[in-house]
């Protein structure tokens, strides 16, 4: 059986029109995903390979996805403040991988952008015993599907950024509109 594009499906997974951009921010120890435990994180592969998989899913749901990866949080929280605060980005999603349980600083950034974040996480955190700084502020929370849990995120951000009546959301950019 070949694959089939998110296109193909006869039913739609969007109910908007406009063009979203995301930004798909990857914390620290990703750029080691290729290395890490294959029965939490599935085949081995780099972070660009994911991300570049994540931006294929992206667009074949309307979305332009920019991606940041950093070991670092304050490169992070850069990044977020030169690229989220303005007009460039609609949503968010972030896996804060090292950053899970003590990244206050960069969650104060997110949330100080207005802007719907979903969190991801490869592994279903919840069974790990290990609370995240991040899930209560984020719009919601995507996790213990793999890679799968990107793709998730995408079609959840995506339906509360078409969703007007949804909380946490800034008006469309002029230009998508």
Known sequence: MSPISVSELSFPLRVGICRWRIALINGP???????????????????????????????????DVTSMHSN?????????????????????VINPAGLTTYGDHVRHCLEETQLPCIEVHFANIAVT??????????????????????????????GVLDDETFPKRRPPHPALS
């Open 29 to 63: 120890n990703m750029s080691n995903l290729a290395n890490r435990d294959p029965a939490r994180f599935g085949p081995p592969q780099t972070i660009g390979q994911l991300e570049n998989w994540i931006a294929k899913i992206g667009a074949q749901l309307g979305l």
């Open 72 to 92: 670092h949080d304050g490169e992070i929280i850069d990044w977020v403040q030169e690229h989220c605060y303005g007009t460039q980005i609609d949503g968010i």
């Open 129 to 158: 015993g290990h609370q995240s700084v991040f899930t209560r502020t984020a719009t919601g929370i995507c996790h213990g599907f793999r890679k799968h849990s990107f793709s998730a995120a995408l079609v959840a951000i995506a």
